[in-house]
């Protein structure tokens, strides 16, 4: 996103992620939706989701009219499946409010049930005309949901 400005289409942009940080300054500025499919409060203590948003942020053309969705999921579990089940919960929030845009900066690697339950939520997403885009790990790890078909894929 850095490289130039886009426009939307009025749509809101969806982050799964660390939450977004509420008292940031432009957030004042655009309509925030939380969402509530994985966890009831949005608020950052991480401060990775509120960085992608002002990436996202700064680079709109139309900054006034932006709607984001923010969509928390835990950071304080080390298990992958605890990541996973939350990332699935997301997903589905999101297709059951037909998002049409995701930012997922966030990965964990798994080799089980949970990747294929990802995978088809994710498919589900794409025939509905969703697009996903999702970071790498920090460490080039190869991590779902960055690795799955379907998936516009970020280094």
Known sequence: FN???????????????????????CI??????????????????????TAMFSIIFYNLVNKEDA???SIRVCMDSEENDEWGKEL???????KE??????????GFQT???LKKQ????????NRQGCIIVAA????LKITLPWSLEGVVRVF
């Open 97 to 106: 409010n037909k998002v049409d845009l995701i930012n997922i900066s966030l």
């Open 28 to 49: 004042r500025q655009v309509h925030m939706v939380e969402g509530h499919a994985v966890k009831e409060i949005c608020t950052d203590t991480y401060g990775h989701g």
């Open 136 to 139: 790498i790990h920090p460490h």
């Open 111 to 113: 080799c089980n049930e």
């Open 3 to 25: 490289s130039m400005p886009f426009h939307h289409m009025n749509l809101p942009y969806t982050i799964i992620d660390s939450g977004i940080n509420v008292n940031y300054d």
């Open 118 to 125: 990802i995978a088809d939520e994710i498919t589900a997403l």
């Open 88 to 94: 699935l919960y997301a997903l589905r929030y999101c």
């Open 67 to 69: 709607k984001f969705i």
